[in-house]
């Protein structure tokens, strides 16, 4: 039996793009209010500290999902070889 890699289809592949950068749009214009109400009181400098703190944040968010939902895919794709074989 080969085993074979399964890729998701292209246009899954293009909506999951499609919503990751409408995701990055909203952080990117909510970081833009948050940098310019910090910049009218001289604190330019927290507000790019504040930027990258949120950015690595959603970073850190988004690959624990990503690994959950792995995860999950694997324990399903295990179970079904296991009911096929029984």
Same mark, same amino acid.
């Given at each position: ?12 592949? @293009? ?6 950068? #409408?995701? &990055? %749009? +909203? =952080? ?6 948050? $940098? ?14 504040? @930027? ?6 959603? #970073?850190? &968010? %988004? +690959? =624990? ?6 995860? $999950? ?14």
């Amino acid at each position: 039996m080969t085993r074979t890699s399964h890729q998701p289809h292209p246009l899954a592949r @293009a909506q999951a793009l499609d919503t990751w950068a #409408v995701a &990055r %749009e +909203r =952080a990117i214009e909510k970081l833009v209010h948050e $940098t310019e109400a910090l910049e009218e009181h001289n604190l330019t400098k927290d507000a790019a500290y504040l @930027a990258i703190s949120r950015l690595r944040e959603s #970073v850190r &968010r %988004e +690959r =624990a999902e990503a690994a959950a939902l792995r995860a $999950t895919w694997d324990r399903c794709r295990k179970s079904e070889r296991t009911w096929e074989w029984s």
